[in-house]
C-alpha cells in the first residue's frame, strides 16, 4: 500500500526535477511513464503486457482522432495570417480609428489580440505579430514600456480561449465534451477578459495621460482614404471570422470542418493580399509541421504518463487526499483553481491539460456545488474555468512562454523587468475575471444553453 502511494507522487516530483532543468517535456513524460512502470513491476503494481496498451492508446487518442484534425488546420490558419500582412494593416486602421481616445493604440492593441484570437487560435503567432508591429510603434510614440509589454502579452493570449481555440478542441477531445459547446460557451468569458483589458487600459490612461501620448493631431488618412482603409483593413479579418465561427454556430460545419474552411480562407486572403508566393507557402507549411509535431508528441507522451500514473493508483491517490481536506466541496473547486494557477507558472497548457485534467475531471464529477449549476452543464461551466485559469499560465513569471515570446521580439531597451511588472495587473484581470466566471455562471451558460437542452 506504500509503494503505490509512493510511485505516482514520485511521477510528478521526477516530471518536475527533469523540466525544471530544461530536459524537453514530452521526452521527461514519456521516459517517467516508462521507468515508474518498470519499478512498478519490480514491486507487482504494474505488468508488463500493460504496454501493450500503450499503442491503441496513443492511436486512439491522437493519430485517428477526427477531432485533433482541426489543431493542425487552425495552426496553418494562423501562421499564413501572421505571413500575409493581413494583421500589419488592421492595427493601423484600428490605431487611426481610435486616435483620439485615451491609450489609443493600446486599445488598438486589445482590439487587434481579440481579432487575432477569433482567426488564429495561436497564442506564439499573436504575440510576435503583435510584438513586432506595435511595440516598436508604441515604444517611438512615447508609451509607457511596462504598459505596452503588459497590453501585448495579456491580448495575445486571448487566441487561447477566443474561438476556435486548439485549446478548447483538445479540452473538449479530452473530456468527451462537443468543441462546439465549448466554442460557444467560450464567447463571453473571453470577451469579458477583452473589456476588462479596455477598462483597465482607459482608467490608467485617463488618470496618467502621460502614460500613452496621443497621435498627432491631423497624422492618419480621412474621408475616402479612411473607408478603404477599413474595407482593407477589418473587413477580411471579420469575413474570416464569420466565415469560421458562422459555419460552426450556424449548425453547418463542425469545427474540424471549420478548421480547413479558415485554412483556405487565410489562404486566399494572403493570395488576395499579393502575399501568397512560393517561399511564404513552404515557411507556413514549415512552421506548421514543427508546431503541429511538438503538439502530438506532448499528446503521446502524455497519453502514456496518464496511463502508468492512473494504473498506479494516482487518481485515487489525488482524490482522496483533495477528498480528505476540511474545506467542502467549493473549498476543493477553489484549491483546483490554485494548483492550475501554480502549475501555469512552470508548466505550458497543454503539459497541465494532458498530465492533470483527468484526475481534476474525475474529482469535479463527484463534486455538490448545491445547484449553483445544473448537472448538464456543470462540465461545460468546469472547462471554461480552467480554460481562463490557464490562460494565466502564458503570462505567470518567471517561466510564462508569453514573456519569452515578447522578449526575444522586443526592442532592447525593454527589458525583462519591463515585461514582468508589465503583465501583473493584467494577472490580476484575469484572476478578477475567473472569480466573475465563479459567481456568475450564466457568463459562460447563457449562450450554449439552448444547445445542452
Not at 145 to 160: D, E, N, P
Not at 323 to 331: F, S, Y
Request: proline share 6%.
Amino acid at each position: 500500500m506504500f509503494i503505490e502511494d509512493l510511485l505516482p507522487a514520485g511521477m510528478f516530483v521526477f516530471l518536475a526535477v527533469f523540466v525544471f532543468c530544461g530536459f524537453p517535456v514530452a521526452g521527461v513524460m514519456a521516459g517517467s511513464a516508462i521507468i515508474f512502470a518498470l519499478i512498478g513491476w519490480w514491486y507487482d503494481v504494474f505488468r508488463l503486457v500493460e504496454f501493450y496498451t500503450f499503442w491503441p492508446r496513443i492511436y486512439g487518442q491522437a493519430a485517428d482522432n477526427i477531432v485533433l484534425v482541426a489543431v493542425p488546420l487552425f495552426i496553418f490558419m494562423g501562421l499564413m495570417l501572421e505571413r500575409s500582412g493581413i494583421a500589419e494593416k488592421l492595427l493601423y486602421c484600428l490605431q487611426v480609428l481610435l486616435r483620439r481616445v485615451p491609450g489609443g493604440l493600446a486599445l488598438a492593441v486589445i482590439l487587434m489580440g481579440t481579432i487575432l484570437a477569433a482567426t488564429t487560435g495561436i497564442v506564439g503567432a499573436s504575440v510576435v505579430m503583435l510584438s513586432l508591429l506595435a511595440l516598436p510603434m508604441m515604444v517611438n510614440q512615447g508609451y509607457d514600456k511596462r504598459l505596452s509589454t503588459g497590453v501585448i502579452a495579456a491580448s495575445g493570449t486571448l487566441g487561447i480561449l477566443i474561438p476556435p481555440s486548439i485549446m478548447l478542441v483538445i479540452m473538449g477531445d479530452l473530456m468527451n465534451l462537443s468543441v462546439g459547446v465549448l466554442f460557444v460557451a467560450a464567447i463571453v468569458p473571453g470577451l469579458l477578459l477583452a473589456v476588462l483589458y479596455v477598462v483597465y487600459v482607459l482608467a490608467v490612461c485617463w488618470w496618467n495621460p502621460a502614460l500613452a501620448p496621443p497621435l498627432a493631431a491631423g497624422e492618419g488618412p480621412r474621408g475616402m482614404a479612411l473607408v478603404r482603409l477599413v474595407v482593407e483593413g477589418l473587413v477580411p479579418p471579420t469575413a474570416l471570422i464569420v466565415f469560421v465561427l458562422g459555419s460552426i454556430f450556424g449548425g453547418f460545419a463542425t469545427p474540424t470542418e471549420a478548421s480547413g474552411v479558415g485554412a483556405l480562407g487565410a489562404t486566399l486572403l494572403a493570395w488576395a493580399n499579393g502575399r501568397l508566393t512560393l517561399p511564404t507557402l513552404r515557411s507556413v507549411l514549415d512552421a506548421s509541421a514543427v508546431t503541429i509535431g511538438m503538439v502530438f508528441m506532448l499528446i503521446v507522451a502524455a497519453t502514456c504518463f496518464a496511463y502508468v500514473f492512473r494504473s498506479l493508483g494516482g487518481d485515487d491517490l489525488v482524490r482522496d487526499a483533495m477528498q480528505a481536506m476540511p474545506v467542502g466541496d467549493w473549498g476543493i473547486l477553489v484549491g483546483i483553481m490554485v494548483i492550475v494557477f501554480l502549475l501555469g507558472i512552470y508548466l505550458d497548457w497543454i503539459e497541465i491539460l494532458l498530465i492533470v485534467l483527468p484526475v481534476f475531471y474525475t474529482i469535479f464529477q463527484n463534486l455538490d456545488l448545491g445547484g449553483h449549476v445544473a448537472k448538464n452543464e456543470q462540465m461545460f461551466w468546469f472547462a471554461i474555468l480552467l480554460a481562463v485559469n490557464l490562460q494565466n499560465s502564458f503570462l505567470s513569471p518567471p517561466f510564462g512562454a508569453t514573456l519569452f515570446y515578447l522578449k526575444g521580439t522586443a526592442p532592447k531597451s525593454v527589458t525583462l523587468g519591463d515585461i514582468y511588472w508589465g503583465v501583473t495587473p493584467f494577472m490580476v484581470l484575469q484572476v478578477i475575471g475567473l472569480a466573475l466566471i465563479i459567481a456568475f455562471p450564466d457568463i459562460v451558460l447563457y449562450l450554449p444553453r439552448g444547445m445542452l437542452d
